[in-house]
């Protein structure tokens, strides 16, 4: 029964470039949780997702960040026109009910280089 | 805006003695969250406590969260190496069913043998 998937594990990207990160939710899980931990803080929330929809993206930034989950396929975050601030660790965690926080299963998470 | 102060944030100590990690907030969680994070791999659950008060036991491991829902403890009895790592707290905000987490900002802990 194979965890939360994450990949790429390790992305470089230059100033400017796209950056994509899937996450493949553990078998059975509908929900899918992205966090951002940047270097020497905790983690913090970014988006709540289910099937073709987004729940809550409260924690996302307002430009070059968006999120989908669909019907098919692993969810996937996007960051467009990357920069040095958004290197950071980023994590998925799914889980099987509605907004069951408390039975969260993390990825081993994407680390984001921007150069 | 809630947020968790996790203290201490830096904690080094010899094999054998005890520890007490705290995170307080001045909010209420519907429950609150104790992770411990390895370098290179994400946060795996250790204990959820729910009600105010309750005392959750983990072998070495005890976790406390507060009458009044607003803080909680990690304690360790006779440390060994194998502790060492990054522990997490995170609290779920009041009324809950929020599906989201409010981290702390962590407590590395390394014991030395």
């Known amino acids: 029964n194979a965890g939360v998937m994450q990949n790429p594990r390790h992305l470089v990207r230059r100033r400017g470039q796209e950056a994509r990160l899937r996450c493949s939710p553990m078998k059975g899980h509908s929900h899918v949780y992205w966090y951002r931990q940047l270097p020497e803080e905790g983690l913090k929330f970014m988006v709540y997702?289910?099937?073709?929809?987004?729940?809550?993206e409260s924690g996302m930034p307002k430009e070059r960040f968006s999120a989908e989950f669909p019907k098919e396929g692993p969810s996937i975050l996007r960051i467009q026109q990357v920069v040095r601030g958004d290197s950071a660790a980023y994590f998925c965690?799914?889980?099987?009910?509605?907004?069951?926080?408390?039975?969260?299963?993390f990825g081993a998470g994407s680390r984001l280089t921007v150069l | 805006t809630q947020l968790l102060e996790q203290s201490p944030q830096f904690l080094s100590i010899q094999e054998g003695e005890n520890l007490t990690v705290y995170c307080n907030s001045s909010s209420v969680f519907s429950s609150l969250q104790w992770y411990r994070q390895e370098p290179g791999e994400g946060p795996v659950l250790l204990v959820t406590?729910?009600?105010?008060?309750e005392v959750k036991k983990l072998k070495r491991l005890t976790f406390q969260f507060g009458d009044a829902r607003k803080d909680s403890s990690l304690h360790i009895t006779a440390a060994q190496p194998g502790d060492t790592g990054l522990y997490l707290c995170a609290g779920e905000p009041s009324p809950g069913n929020t599906g989201k987490l409010i981290f702390g900002q962590g407590t590395t802990l390394q014991v030395k043998p």
């Open positions: 997702l289910q099937k073709e929809n987004i729940i809550d």
């Open positions: 406590v729910v009600t105010g008060g």
């Open positions: 965690a799914t889980s099987t009910d509605r907004n069951r926080a408390n039975v969260l299963t």
